[in-house]
Structures are given as C-alpha cells and as structure tokens.
C-alpha cells in the first residue's frame, strides 16, 4: 500500500532550523510531484513548497521563500523540507504529499517555533 512517514519535526525557537523528511513507499517515487504543506490552528492547508522530477523545479510559497528548500532524493524515495530562519508563524502541521494522477498524503507531523 502507499505510505508516506513525515519525521524530523518537533520544537524550535525562533530562528532556528529543522529538516522535515518524508520516506515514501507503495509508488512509483520518481513520476510522482512531491509537495509540503503545512496547517497551522484555525486555518486552511497551504502549499508550502514542490519539487517535479526530470528536470527537477522547485515552487515556494511567497512566506517562506529564501528560508525553505524542498529537495528530493527519488534514489531513496525521499523528499526533504529544510527550514530556516523559523518564524512563530511557522508553526503549523506540516503534511507530505505526492501527486501524479493521483494524490497521496502522510499523516502529518507538527513543527512547532516558540521560546
């Protein structure tokens, strides 16, 4: 069955850094888009960041350009967010996602940024 695991988030202070992976199973990885969006409390899911395959194109959100990058590794059926210079706002449940005709989503993992 298709699975996406999201690790790697948990608690950071304003500033700081964290990198989200996603480890993918049950597809074929390589056709696939992969995404991040993120859910903070009280609003919508947005698209954080994307990355294709063959040639590989990245597309950020305007809040978070400059400081996230999206990256994939189709060898080890991964996709990376690594985040920088985390804001409060940051804050949210940050979701994996893999699109070709059809969509796939992880269960979501929380990011917290706080003092």
């Known amino acids: 069955q298709v699975q996406l695991v999201e690790s790697g988030g948990g608690l950071v202070q304003p500033g700081g850094s964290l990198r989200l992976s996603c480890s993918a199973s049950?597809?074929?990885?390589?056709?696939?888009?992969m995404s991040w969006y993120r859910q903070a409390p009280g609003k919508e899911r947005e698209l954080v960041a994307a990355?294709?395959?063959?040639?590989?194109?990245?597309n950020y959100a305007d809040s978070v350009k400059g400081r996230f990058t999206i990256s994939r590794d189709n060898a080890k059926n991964t996709v990376y967010l690594q985040m920088n210079s985390l804001k409060p706002e940051d804050t949210a449940v940050y979701y994996c996602?893999?699109?070709?005709?059809?969509?796939?989503w992880g269960q979501g993992i929380q990011v917290t940024v706080s003092s």
């Open positions: 049950g597809f074929f990885f390589s056709s696939y888009v």
């Open positions: 990355i294709t395959s063959a040639p590989t194109i990245t």
């Open positions: 996602s893999a699109k070709a005709y059809y969509v796939y």
